[in-house]
């Protein structure tokens, strides 16, 4: 065994659940390589009023570049279920089929299909658990994001999770989806320099402590730093604030340092008493920058009491998801070899064959989603798009990082203004099925197949 173990592109493959590998090899035993569809979709939103799509970038790179090295194989021999013949077939093994999807930064709900996977059954099957991973998490924290971005009102929102968060991977794709739904900046060096991300960071408490007086600490560090943030709140707050505004005085137009941050106490009223200070003291611009325990729950109830604050940062609630840390996602079987298929579970079940997603708009706002079926012309948008085509991305899975940051701001600007509330919006948005599709249903009920898979 490795001491120690990152999921990377040579290892990825493994990252599944043994069964979606089981049933690769009985499809190969059985001969089944006809055209399956998958769809990724989340069944209830559950306290959420719309959800952010992300994810689709490391899913299609995923698809890109999977294979089974010799190293996976050599270890899949050791369990005892996996014939020679197969170990070899996974050797070859690639993923050869299509991907259709919303953009990344698009608002979706509940049953609407986020991504189709159109290939052989092997193919589209085994891929199940990495892209539930994967857009199920960014997804989910891409729309926690927005909905702290919001909460804001326009003030700057800084990413401060990734020390809580679960795992590695999750902060350097966290901070991905938090700029796609609008946040400011990271303090995540290492997703800074892979996605091109603004970072931001200055000192922590023990900055303060670690010399022997507060104000020797601020002034070394703005001798190193001199447009720097100081955290105030290591002894006394508005004492803190004060030592700013006395390095101020002495300094004069030498004097750059942009905000002090709180990070402890009732930053309502220490806010308004630090303003208060700045502003006798003529440091209008000194902003006022807060943190501790925010979401955007907190973060309204800040601004509602009419808390002079410019700018956020939010870590553990907003990384862990903690008021809803889940998606009740899922990817299922929705046609194979030419017939829509269905799962009647209830409470489970899913929608038949391939689809496309329609958006309507009035006066420039949404105003209603539809499932269609893939070749049933309808009124509105489209929203799903070939993104992969035989394996490799078309120029719509292509974007740029900022175009779907773009796109996201545009799209969540059409949205009712209810849905962007943090209260359960009633009605919700009206999402509906076509006659179409409505039709496809009531023939799988009476087992009356339709040749309607993908294509």
Same mark, same amino acid.
């Given at each position: 065994?490795?001491?120690?173990?990152?999921?990377?592109?040579?290892?990825?493959?493994?990252?599944?659940?043994?069964?979606?590998?089981?049933?690769?090899?009985?499809?190969?035993?059985?001969?089944?390589?006809?055209?399956?569809?998958?769809?990724?979709?989340?069944?209830?939103?559950?306290?959420?009023?719309?959800?952010?799509?992300?994810?689709?970038?490391?899913?299609?790179?995923?698809?890109?570049?999977?294979?089974?090295?010799?190293?996976?194989?050599?270890?899949?021999?050791?369990?005892?279920?996996?014939?020679?013949?197969?170990?070899?077939?996974?050797?070859?093994?690639?993923?050869?089929?299509?991907?259709?999807?919303?953009?990344?930064?698009?608002?979706?709900?509940?049953?609407?299909?986020?991504?189709?996977?159109?290939?052989?059954?092997?193919?589209?099957?085994?891929?199940?658990?990495?892209?539930?991973?994967?857009?199920?998490?960014?997804?989910?924290?891409?729309?926690?994001?927005?909905?702290?971005?919001?909460?804001?009102?326009?003030?700057?929102?800084?990413?401060?999770?990734?020390?809580?968060?679960?795992?590695?991977?999750?902060?350097?794709?966290?901070?991905?989806?938090?700029?796609?739904?609008?946040?400011?900046?990271?303090? #995540?060096?290492?997703?800074?320099?892979?996605?091109?991300?603004?970072?931001?960071?200055?000192?922590?408490?023990?900055?303060?402590?670690?010399?022997?007086?507060?104000?020797?600490?601020?002034?070394?560090?703005?001798?190193?730093?001199?447009?720097?943030?100081?955290?105030?709140?290591? #002894?006394?707050?508005?004492?803190?604030?004060?030592?700013?505004? !006395?390095?101020?005085?002495?300094?004069?137009?030498?004097? !750059?340092?942009?905000?002090? !941050?709180?990070?402890?106490?009732?930053?309502?009223?220490?806010?308004?008493?630090?303003?208060?200070?700045?502003?006798?003291?003529?440091?209008?611009?000194?902003?006022?920058?807060?943190?501790?325990?925010?979401?955007?729950?907190?973060?309204?109830?800040?601004?509602? !009491?009419?808390?002079?604050?410019?700018?956020?940062?939010?870590?553990?609630?907003?990384?862990?998801?903690?008021?809803?840390?889940?998606?009740?996602?899922?990817?299922?079987?929705?046609?194979?070899?030419?017939?829509?298929?269905?799962?009647?579970?209830?409470?489970?079940?899913?929608?038949?064959?391939?689809?496309?997603?329609?958006?309507?708009?009035?006066?420039?706002?949404?105003?209603?989603?539809?499932?269609?079926?893939?070749?049933?012309?309808?009124?509105?948008?489209?929203?799903?798009?070939?993104?992969?085509?035989?394996?490799?991305?078309?120029?719509?899975?292509?974007?740029?990082?900022?175009?779907?940051?773009?796109?996201?701001?545009?799209?969540?600007?059409?949205?009712?203004?209810?849905?962007?509330?943090?209260?359960?919006?009633?009605?919700?948005?009206?999402?509906?099925?076509?006659?179409?599709?409505?039709?496809?249903?009531?023939?799988?009920?009476?087992?009356?197949?339709?040749?309607?898979?993908?294509?």
């Amino acid at each position: 065994m490795k001491a120690h173990c990152w999921v990377d592109d040579a290892n990825m493959a493994a990252l599944t659940d043994l069964y979606q590998l089981t049933m690769l090899q009985a499809y190969f035993r059985e001969g089944m390589d006809d055209v399956a569809v998958f769809d990724l979709f989340v069944r209830r939103l559950s306290e959420r009023n719309f959800l952010l799509a992300c994810g689709l970038d490391t899913a299609l790179h995923y698809l890109e570049i999977l294979c089974f090295s010799p190293e996976i194989r050599t270890y899949l021999a050791t369990l005892g279920l996996f014939a020679p013949d197969f170990l070899d077939f996974l050797g070859g093994f690639r993923f050869t089929g299509s991907v259709f999807a919303v953009r990344e930064g698009t608002p979706v709900f509940a049953g609407e299909p986020i991504l189709e996977v159109v290939a052989p059954i092997g193919q589209a099957q085994v891929v199940e658990s990495f892209l539930l991973n994967q857009v199920t998490f960014q997804t989910g924290i891409a729309s926690k994001a927005a909905r702290v971005v919001y909460a804001a009102g326009g003030r700057t929102v800084v990413d401060f999770g990734m020390r809580r968060m679960h795992g590695a991977d999750a902060p350097i794709k966290a901070a991905r989806a938090y700029h796609i739904a609008g946040v400011g900046a990271t303090s #995540n060096v290492l997703a800074g320099q892979v996605y091109g991300l603004p970072v931001t960071g200055t000192m922590a408490h023990s900055y303060v402590e670690a010399h022997d007086d507060e104000e020797a600490a601020f002034r070394a560090f703005i001798d190193t730093y001199p447009e720097t943030t100081l955290l105030v709140d290591t #002894n006394d707050t508005l004492e803190g604030v004060r030592k700013v505004i !006395r390095m101020a005085e002495r300094m004069g137009t030498d004097f !750059r340092v942009q905000a002090v !941050r709180l990070d402890s106490g009732d930053l309502v009223a220490l806010s308004r008493q630090a303003r208060a200070l700045l502003d006798a003291a003529g440091l209008h611009t000194v902003r006022i920058f807060a943190s501790n325990s925010l979401d955007e729950y907190v973060i309204a109830d800040l601004l509602r !009491r009419g808390a002079p604050i410019d700018g956020f940062g939010v870590g553990t609630r907003m990384g862990t998801m903690a008021d809803h840390p889940y998606l009740d996602s899922a990817y299922k079987l929705c046609a194979y070899g030419g017939r829509s298929r269905m799962k009647w579970a209830e409470d489970k079940s899913n929608l038949p064959g391939r689809k496309q997603l329609y958006r309507t708009f009035h006066a420039g706002h949404a105003v209603g989603d539809v499932i269609a079926l893939a070749d049933e012309p309808h009124d509105g948008q489209p929203l799903l798009e070939c993104v992969m085509r035989h394996g490799r991305r078309t120029d719509a899975g292509r974007r740029a990082l900022d175009e779907a940051r773009d796109h996201a701001r545009s799209s969540l600007a059409t949205l009712p203004e209810p849905l962007l509330s943090r209260d359960e919006a009633e009605p919700p948005y009206p999402v509906s099925l076509s006659v179409g599709l409505q039709a496809e249903i009531n023939a799988c009920r009476a087992g009356r197949w339709k040749g309607v898979a993908g294509r």
